[in-house]
């Protein structure tokens, strides 16, 4: 069988501290800091995965820093990206109401091709801390309503549901690239975690 390489870029944005860079840390280098160290403008990693035994995925990931969002330089980050994480902390409820302002921006500048959305996925991230700030409920009906295609808890620091809900997106952008736009789904509901296929697994990252 012919052998097939996907390039996606995926932006990862959200209010400043939510854990974007810990995030995109976790899954390329596989450890946690617990330092803060403030993004300034755009980072940039690179992860590669042996998806199947007949499919290379490249994920360029470009985390964001949090103040970018008051800049006219997000449409420049934007451009040609092929999916999106937004990201908030459950114990920080106003980093959960700024992912409305996140995602109309991510939708004014930035589309598929043929006009359509970014698949873009809802990270409830810090599920690890109490008291959380944000009931489940809220999170649930907001993913539905704002053209997310799902959505779900997770803890950078404690490793729960990264790769799992990252692996949703690429499956997701996978489905655009191969079939086209109008196959994109937008339930935006608790991403499931019983998914039968096999963790992808990684060939080298920089
Ligand atoms: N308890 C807990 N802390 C976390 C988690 N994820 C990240 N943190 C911590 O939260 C702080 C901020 O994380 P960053 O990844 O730097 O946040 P950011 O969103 O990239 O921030 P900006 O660069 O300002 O945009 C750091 O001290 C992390 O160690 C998590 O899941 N649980």
């Not at 996606?8 to 946690?32: A, D, M, Q």
């Not at 103040?67 to 114990?91: H, L, N, P, W």
């Not at 490793?159 to 196959?183: A, C, D, H």
């Amino acid at each position: 069988m012919e052998s097939r390489d996907y390039l996606f870029k995926v932006l990862v944005i959200g209010n400043g501290h939510v854990g974007k860079t810990s995030l995109v840390h976790r899954y390329v280098n596989e450890k946690f800091n617990k330092n803060y160290k403030i993004t300034v403008g755009v980072d940039f990693a690179l992860k590669v995965l042996a998806w199947s035994d007949t499919e290379t995925v490249r994920l360029q990931l470009w985390d964001i820093a949090g103040q970018e969002r008051f800049t006219s330089m997000t449409r420049i980050y934007y451009k040609e990206a092929s999916g999106c994480i937004i990201m908030f902390d459950v114990t920080d409820a106003c980093s959960f109401r700024n992912v409305r302002s996140w995602k109309e921006d991510l939708d004014s500048k930035a589309t598929l091709p043929g006009g359509n959305p970014l698949p873009c996925i809802l990270l409830a991230n810090k599920c690890d801390l109490s008291p959380w700030d944000v009931p489940l409920s809220s999170i649930e009906q907001f993913s539905k309503v704002n053209g997310f295609i799902g959505w779900m808890d997770t803890s950078v620091k404690d490793n729960k549901n990264i790769s799992e809900s990252i692996n949703f997106l690429v499956e997701r952008m996978m489905t655009v690239s191969r079939q086209g736009e109008p196959w994109l789904e937008q339930d935006g509901g608790k991403i499931k975690l019983d998914s039968p296929r096999r963790e992808p697994s990684e060939r080298s990252c920089c």
